[in-house]
């Protein structure tokens, strides 16, 4: 995307009375108004974060979730970017996986990809990795992050500079699935919520109910002879529907099933516990399916295939072979974003019914109480129906609620004094009021300290030094001149004894 002049701003307060170092500045570089190509520009107190850097998934048939990072390898290898990228240790782990097999995949030439396997390789060692709950400074940045639920890794993260509280979401879900855990809640309101607004005011029905639909399709889609994805425990306790072979159409997914091993420790307390006495990801009732090549398409049978959005791969073959029998059926379990065949698909309401949740969103904001809220990643016309039930529910709180475009800057003023704090011997005594307190100041980042020159060495990376210097100049003139012309420059002038110098001396003292 390119502009040709400033971007469009959101301003929230009156800029005369501001600093320029109080403007914090928000950006939607992508997912402004839309689902995919994530991106989020955040700067404040000469300050700059980048939050996620993905690609739309209906223009560059990528695979699921790496519209939140799949730019990432261009942006450290082909631009002047020399920060620093952090992730979680098991997003890294899974992510290499996705990349390479999206360049194998992706519908886009090969002149107009964005970058290699080659690049792939030199990028990912550029990558830090950062633990859930631990908290890290880069540069007066202090960030940490918390579960988010909704797949292995991923995390919410939240940002401190100089005492503001930006907390980002990205994709997240606060309800435990079968494998994984519900996103956390946080201890306290951040400043800022930027959340993401898929769903809009959509609601889901109740698990137990969807997946009652969902097995239902299956069941008669398999019983009339046709074929269709299915999970594992249902088919587990439905023996009559044993001889039906079962596929999943992607060496990613088997490749990535090792890495949920590795972190088991990521999964909700149901799957730790029996991971205990088996392991639940030893699918005894599911074959592994390499290409279309190699699949014997006689009888019913049921494959789970990606990409979700039938844009291109494994799954765009077989629904194109599948579709003109009416005997099939194609579940998509997933959000799908507009461009793609699968939204093309849903938004037919005779063949799919779609059920999405806002009932997470209000929860989880009503129990964050941030001031002020960013909604990004969600379609616009859902985002503003979002955005209007969202201003209603915190109608009494004065909550600023903001849904802006691409490329569409929010302005916001954070007023703070700035304090100093004495420590070390400074700190011993409480000065008396009007009393004069003399000390180094030193900052570090954002914050202020007093301390001693003596104590500059204990709490800092500093120390003190005496510097003695020696200047000659050649003067011809009378002493007494030179004497009168000092005294009235500084505080005392004083003849030395002769038996202290060489020759006539003064010492000088500084008013």
């Not at 797949?151 to 879900?173: N, P």
Request: with cysteine.
């Amino acid at each position: 995307m390119a502009s040709t002049g400033p971007p469009p701003s959101l301003k929230r307060s009156d800029t005369s009375l501001t600093r320029e170092g109080d403007q914090l500045i928000i950006t939607p570089l992508g997912a402004g108004n839309e689902v995919g190509r994530s991106c989020v520009y955040m700067s404040y107190k000469g300050k700059t974060i980048l939050f996620d850097c993905g690609i739309h998934p209906a223009y560059s048939g990528m695979l699921f979730h790496l519209d939140h990072p799949a730019s990432l390898p261009y942006f450290l290898e082909k631009t002047t970017f020399k920060g620093r990228v952090f992730m979680t240790h098991a997003t890294k782990a899974i992510y290499k996986l996705f990349l390479s097999d999206y360049v194998k995949v992706s519908k886009v030439s090969v002149e107009d990809m964005l970058y290699d396997e080659q690049d792939i390789l030199r990028f990912m060692d550029k990558i830090e990795v950062i633990d859930f709950h631990q908290t890290l400074e880069v540069n007066g940045i202090r960030f940490w992050c918390y579960t988010a639920g909704h797949v292995l890794g991923a995390a919410m993260f939240m940002v401190d500079i100089a005492g503001v509280r930006v907390h980002y979401t990205g994709d997240y879900s606060r309800e435990e699935d079968r494998y994984l855990r519900a996103a956390e809640i946080l201890q306290f309101s951040p400043d800022i919520c930027i959340i993401e607004s898929t769903y809009g005011v959509h609601l889901h029905q109740p698990r137990n109910v969807r997946e009652k639909r969902f097995t239902d399709v299956i069941h008669s889609t398999i019983s009339q002879g046709g074929c269709v994805l299915i999970p594992d425990e249902y088919w587990s306790n439905h023996p009559e529907l044993h001889n039906i072979p079962i596929y999943y159409a992607s060496p990613l997914a088997k490749r990535c099933m090792a890495v949920y091993q590795t972190y088991i420790n990521s999964m909700n307390e149901r799957i730790c516990n029996q991971f205990a006495n088996s392991n639940p990801f030893d699918f005894k009732l599911i074959s592994t399916l390499k290409s279309i090549v190699n699949f014997n398409d006689v009888g019913p049978s049921v494959v789970m295939a990606s990409p979700n959005g039938l844009q291109s791969g494994l799954s765009r073959q077989l629904f194109e072979t599948w579709c003109s029998n009416k005997k099939n059926a194609c579940v998509i379990p997933g959000y799908v974003v507009e461009g793609t065949l699968a939204k093309t698909i849903i938004n037919e309401p005779k063949e799919v019914t779609l059920m999405n949740d806002f009932a997470q969103t209000s929860v989880f904001l009503k129990e964050l109480m941030p001031p002020n809220i960013i909604l990004v990643h969600g379609e616009a016309n859902e985002m503003g129906k979002l955005k209007q039930k969202l201003i209603t529910q915190f109608a009494d709180r004065n909550t600023k609620i903001i849904s802006p475009k691409n490329c569409q800057s929010v302005e916001m003023y954070f007023y703070s004094e700035k304090m100093a704090k004495t420590i070390g011997r400074l700190a011993e005594n409480t000065p008396e009021v009007g009393e004069t307190v003399s000390g180094l100041l030193v900052k570090k980042a954002f914050t202020y300290l007093i301390m001693a020159p003596d104590d500059l060495h204990v709490f800092s990376q500093l120390s003190t030094a005496n510097i003695s210097q020696r200047i000659t100049i050649a003067y011809s003139g009378a002493f007494g001149v030179l004497k009168h012309k000092l005294k009235q420059i500084f505080e005392s002038v004083e003849s030395l004894p002769d038996e202290e110098s060489e020759g006539p001396a003064f010492r000088v003292h500084e008013r």
